[in-house]
C-alpha cells in the first residue's frame, strides 16, 4: 500500500472517497539556511513539490529501485539513502564511484521523471532581495523564513491542479522539518474565507516521513539540487558545467511558480499571517 495504516485509518475516517484518485505530494527543500539571509555559498532557497498518483506509486518506486540494483551491481546497501549532495561529492555510499559513473546515475534517476511525466512546482527564493523584502515590509531586522513564504505558492499550486482533474492529494514531507509552522500554514489555507487561496483538495493534515524510507523524498531532493543550480546560474553565480548538464532535462521537469497568478494574493496573506 502506498502510505502506512494510520494514514489509511485517517482517510477512512475522514469519509474519503476511494474512487477519487489520490495524489502524492512530496514537499521539500534545498539551500535551506533559515533566516540568515546573506550566506554567500547558498544566495537560493528554493522549495518544491512532485505530484506522483496512487496508481503510479509502485511502478515508481520499482524502477527506482531497479536503478540502484544495478548501479550497485544487484544488491542495495541495506542502510542505503539517496543524498543528492553525496552523489555529488562521491562520499559515503558514492565514495568509490567514478565521475562517470555518478553522472550516469544522476541522469538515469532524472530520466525516470521524465518518462513517467512526473511534474514538479517549484517556488525559489533569492535570498538578498527576500531580505530588502522583509526589511521594507516588516521592518527593520524583521524576517519570515523563506519556507513559509515560498509554501502557500508551492500548496495552492498543487491545489489548483488538484482540483483542476477532479482529484484529492496529500501533502507528504521530511520528517526532520519542523511539524507546527507547516500545519499551521495548511490549516490557515483550509480555513480561509478567500475562495482564491483556499485549498480544498488537499487532506487538512501533511503526513512526516523518514526520508531513508522514501523513494519520492530522495528524488524531490535530488531535483530541487539541480533546480537551484539553474536558479543560481541565472542571477550569475558560478555553477560547474557538470551541474548545467542537468538544465535541459530540469526544464523537462520543473515549472518555477515566480509569476504564479496568485502572487500578490498570497504576499498580502502571509504579511496578515506573519502579524497574528
Known amino acids: 500500500m502506498f502510505v ?27 539551500g535551506d539556511t ?3 539571509l546573506t550566506d554567500p555559498q547558498q544566495p537560493i532557497f528554493v522549495l518544491g513539490a512532485i505530484l506522483i498518483k496512487q496508481d503510479q506509486w509502485k511502478s515508481l518506486e520499482d524502477q527506482f529501485r531497479k536503478i540502484l540494483r544495478d548501479y550497485f551491481n544487484g544488491v542495495i546497501p ?6 543528492t549532495i553525496d552523489l555529488v561529492s562521491r562520499r559515503g555510499f558514492f565514495k568509490k564511484a567514478t565521475l562517470e559513473e555518478t553522472f550516469q546515475l544522476r541522469d538515469k534517476l532524472l530520466t525516470l521523471l521524465v518518462s513517467n511525466t512526473i511534474p514538479l512546482y517549484y517556488r525559489k527564493i533569492e535570498k538578498k532581495r527576500y531580505a530588502r523584502f522583509c526589511d521594507d515590509n516588516y521592518g527593520p531586522g524583521v524576517k ?21 482533474h477532479n482529484d484529492l492529494g496529500i501533502f507528504i514531507f521530511d520528517e526532520n522539518k519542523s511539524h507546527l509552522d507547516i500545519e499551521k500554514s495548511i490549516k490557515s489555507l483550509r480555513l480561509t474565507t478567500d475562495d482564491d487561496l483556499k485549498m480544498e483538495n488537499v ?20 531535483v530541487l539540487y539541480y533546480v537551484r543550480k539553474l536558479e543560481e546560474d541565472k542571477i550569475g553565480k558560478h555553477v560547474n558545467e557538470i551541474h548545467r548538464q542537468t538544465f535541459s532535462t530540469i526544464r523537462l521537469i520543473a515549472e518555477s511558480l515566480d509569476t504564479y497568478a496568485k502572487g500578490g494574493k498570497i504576499l498580502d496573506w502571509v504579511s496578515a499571517e506573519a502579524k497574528k
Open 78 to 83: 541495506e542502510d542505503f539513502e539517496l543524498h
Open 4 to 30: 502506512k495504516k494510520r494514514t489509511i485509518d485517517y482517510l477512512m475516517c475522514s469519509g474519503v472517497l476511494w474512487f477519487l484518485v489520490m495524489i502524492l505530494a512530496y514537499i521539500d527543500e534545498t
Open 34 to 36: 533559515g533566516t540568515n
Open 203 to 222: 487532506i487538512e493534515k501533511g503526513f512526516f516521513v523518514d526520508s531513508r524510507k522514501s523513494f519520492a523524498v530522495q528524488l524531490v531532493d535530488l
Open 144 to 164: 519570515i523564513d523563506p519556507y513559509i513564504m515560498a509554501f502557500p505558492f508551492v500548496s495552492l499550486k498543487v491545489n489548483e491542479q488538484l482540483k483542476e
